[in-house]
């Protein structure tokens, strides 16, 4: 009739991804350089996703369409 209750213990640890937001940044002597293209409305820190045929501002849509390569 009744069900047995689990065992309440610890859980186990969940290992959480690295933040990638040191790969978009280097270091040039003692400056620390921005190595992915800012958005030109909303300013410095936000960073613009770069595709294959555009780059885009997820904050406010801003997007430039990258010209076709001659291949």
Do not use: H
């Not at 790969?23 to 400056?31: M, R, T, V």
């Not at 921005?34 to 409305?41: G, I």
């Amino acid at each position: 009739m009744g069900k047995k209750k689990e065992a309440k213990g610890k859980k186990p640890a969940k290992n959480k991804p690295t933040s990638k937001k040191y790969s978009k940044y280097k270091i040039e002597g003692d400056k620390i350089v921005s190595k992915a293209k800012s958005c030109p409305r909303c300013g410095p820190g936000v960073f613009l996703m770069e595709a294959k045929d555009r780059v885009y501002c997820g904050k406010c849509r801003y997007t430039e369409f990258l010209g076709k390569s001659s291949e």
